[in-house]
């Protein structure tokens, strides 16, 4: 291929490429795609401010539509932005597919959780090869002008998009199983591995494609192995759980929590606990499960924060002047629902001690799940791997690496979304059985968690991860809704 590098350098295509392009282009020993149509920026070599230009102040890398990413992606689109860097659509001109490619912004501390990042991924799809435990894939990962970057399989919209497609009105619990089923497969694989994902929530889980129900569970840029915490403030605050607020050690429990606050979403249509800071926080958990017990309080390292020397709650009054009382209100009483099994397996993830909340195997054969049939619980591939995060990254440097065919994964393009239709809501809960919901828009608020229509989103803040869905600009088929 170093010889079709050369006839670009010397046919009428070079006009295309920059000064620093030119030289850049000798290192790749494979071209496919050097973004002839773009309206690229004219680097040179002499001019080193900002990487050579090609980065903002914020050490983000200045996305051209339409250029390339190390000369075989096409840039379609920016699906999202965050302080972790920014997500595109890109199309691979080697493989003809349409991928995710999340590029790291050039700071060093944003560089290094990339690398654990790409460890967990790269060992979750060596876990995974048949692809059954619902974690996103990863295709390859390389360095394009001093940025890490992560390729990764084209998912639908995630489901706090579906919520809000749906007009934020709950869905019914044989789709919350649907849904809860699968999430689970992938705390199996991932508590196997003593992996603790660290961000679940209603953006971090993607429709596979937006007439079926199948899932797949992204964003590990806030993951770690249980033996190797990396921080301390985790978890997006609705679906952070207490020892996570209380300053306690956490563990791979802290995902189940995290998946009860997403059924109860999926079925009200809002979060079960939207406080407004961590105290509200805890408060609002407390007004459902009551004050936790003084063994639990005092193992906390922020107790202070939260509770006086007798243990009793501070009092906590948010923007609407209300405060809120422990044990004020039941679980049912939140959720509305007449379902016990349902009622039953949420308040099973939302126990103040992690040690007595379900796990992910106990939860794949509770009755809600089973319906009474016997569970199918896919069991993790041994043995896991050893590799380091040097050997991971050893095949990116100094270009591309290529990917084999059987790493290739289905990928939805946009062009496959269907025509809009109604979304088919609870029974009990639909106000106009005509009508079609709006959909969610791009701009601004996907991956980084800035925004959305909804206020209550807005009063969250931004973590190193990418929060939403591959394409956002979707409908999604009702089809796949109708039990």
Known sequence: M???????????????????????ILD????????????????????????????DERGDYQVILHDHLAYRYEVIDTLGKGSFGQVLHCRDHYTGESVAIKII?????????????IKILDSLRKWDQDEKHHVIKMTEHFYFRGHLCIAMELLSINLYELIKAN?????????????????????????????????????????????KSAIKVIDFGSSCFEHEKIYTYIQSRFYRSPEVILGMNYHMAIDMWSLGCIMAELYTGFPIFPGENEQEQLSCIM??????????????????????????????VNSKGRRRRPGSKTLQQVLRCDDELFVDFISKCLVWDPERRLKP???????????????????????????????????ATGGLSNRSSKNLTETPKKSLISAPTPLTARTSRV???????????????????????????????QSLSYHSSHSSRTMVSSSFLKL
């Open 28 to 55: 790749y020993s494979s071209v496919y795609h050097i973004g002839a149509r773009s309206d690229k920026k004219r680097a040179t070599l002499d001019n080193t401010t900002n990487n050579h230009g090609y980065d």
């Open 431 to 461: 106000t106009s059985g005509n009508a079609i919901p709006t959909t969610p828009s791009n701009s601004g608020s996907l991956h980084a968690n800035i925004g959305s229509s909804r206020s209550y989103r807005t009063s969250q803040s």
């Open 167 to 211: 007009s934020f009105v709950g869905f019914s619990t044989g789709l919350i199983r649907r849904f809860t089923s699968q999430m689970l497969q992938s705390l199996v694989l991932m508590r196997h591995h003593r992996i603790v994902h660290c961000d679940l929530k209603p953006e971090n889980v993607l429709l596979r494609h937006p007439a």
């Open 361 to 395: 195997h106990a939860a794949l054969r509770h009755p809600f799940i089973t319906g009474g049939k016997r569970p199918k619980i896919t069991s993790p591939q041994l043995p896991p791997p050893s590799s380091t995060s040097k050997q991971l990254l050893s095949s």
């Open 2 to 24: 170093l010889t079709l590098v050369v006839a670009i350098l010397k046919s009428r295509e070079v006009q295309h490429l920059s000064e620093y392009e030119c030289k850049e």
């Open 105 to 117: 912004r050039n700071k060093k501390r944003f560089h290094h959780q990339a690398l654990v990042e």
């Open 287 to 316: 007004e459902v499960l009551g004050v936790p017990d003084k063994d639990f309080i005092n193992r906390s390292s922020r107790k202070r924060l939260f509770f006086d020397q007798t243990g009793a709650p501070r009092p906590v």
